[in-house]
């Protein structure tokens, strides 16, 4: 029987080492080689450090791909190429792999990008998705939010891209809650868009939840909005809170 490298795709959860799921640990676990990204030379991976406490170092080998944090597709095609030709010599003809990412790995994952080269390389690799729990899942956990009841209907959105009034309140019109992903250097222009419609009170916002310096908020006017980190979200339900 051949043997034939494989690369699973691993969804960690949000933060919180035990929000991994069972079949995602197994597949760690039975990993050769872990595969991390990284945004910048020397900045230790954040996947890294929520998987730390289940990797055996003294079996896998953990290797960080870099990856800019940049929109900037001149920078970002060579660098997912380069990480692709990576993964394939690491794997060699029949080792596994994993490729650890946070929350669920196609949810804004960077994992699609990698997989795109490596079926543009024709690569001998077979790759799995491991699904993991999204960080707006753990954040509506954590401050006790409902996200959607019977037929009420939701949305999620890249904030970064979508913060004036006029577009939130169109989309709060459509539907019953809103999540706001990549919230961020965009939270000034949320709180200002929420203002205007009178539901800084019917807000959820979640900053690097599942981890130790996790924030929660319920009422976005106690919070100062500028300079938040990129891992936070925000939900707005205009439906029955509990
Ligand atoms: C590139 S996307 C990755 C999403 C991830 N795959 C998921 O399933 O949640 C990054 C965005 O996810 C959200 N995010 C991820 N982890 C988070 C956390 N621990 N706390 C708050 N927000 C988080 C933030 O909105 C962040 O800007």
Redesign the pocket.
Known sequence: MTKTATLTAI?L???DPELITLKGLRALQAADVLFVPQSRDGDQSLALRIAEPWIDRARQMVVALPLPMTRDAGQLRPAWRAAAETIVSELGADRHGAYL??????????FVYLWRELIALQASVTVRIVP????????AAAGGMPLAMSNERMIIV???YETNAAALRQLLRDFETVV?????SALPAIVAALEELGLLDRVLY??????PE?LIVRDLRSLDPQRR?????VIVRRGDLL
């Open positions: 969804g959860g949000p933060g990412l946070l929350g669920d790995p196609l949810l804004y994952g960077t993991g729990v999204t960080s707006f899942a753990a954040a890249p904030a970064s706001l992903m990549k919230a961020g979640a900053e690097r939840v599942g981890m996790e980190p990129y891992l936070s979200l």
